[in-house]
């Protein structure tokens, strides 16, 4: 069983930057992807990013473009996530989660396509 552990959340002032890791252990998987979702209070999980781990292409939410970077280090099976420029908004619950398969036809903003979740990262941003 994969098993995902988030680390790198706090509180940081408004336009502050913070870098989120997702450490993977147990077993590897290939041909697969990583993303990345938050949870604010009272509202569904939404997504912010994803990368292939292979190929390593990447897409983000639109709230994430320009600000948020994701990136992969298949040697210490860890995925990041660099956010600067943080807003009040982006108070949440930070969780990365693996897919173990990968589709071009696949929807990876959905959760139902990720077999794995971590425990997740508090975020806050003050104003």
């Known amino acids: 069983q994969v098993q995902l552990v988030e680390s790198g959340g706090g509180l940081v002032q408004t336009v502050g930057s913070l870098r989120l890791s997702c450490a993977a252990s147990?077993?590897?998987?290939?041909?697969?992807?990583m993303g990345w979702f938050l949870q604010a209070p009272g509202k569904e999980r939404e997504f912010v990013a994803f990368i292939h781990l292979s190929i390593g292409n990447a897409y983000y939410a639109n709230s994430a473009k320009g600000r948020f970077t994701i990136s992969r280090d298949n040697a210490k099976n860890t995925v990041h996530l660099q956010m600067n420029s943080l807003k009040p908004e982006d108070t949440a619950v930070y969780y990365c989660a693996g897919a173990k398969y990968y589709s071009t036809s696949y929807d990876y903003t959905q959760t139902y396509n990720y077999n794995y979740w971590g425990q997740g990262t508090q975020v806050t941003v003050s104003s």
């Open positions: 147990g077993p590897t998987f290939s041909n697969a992807g």
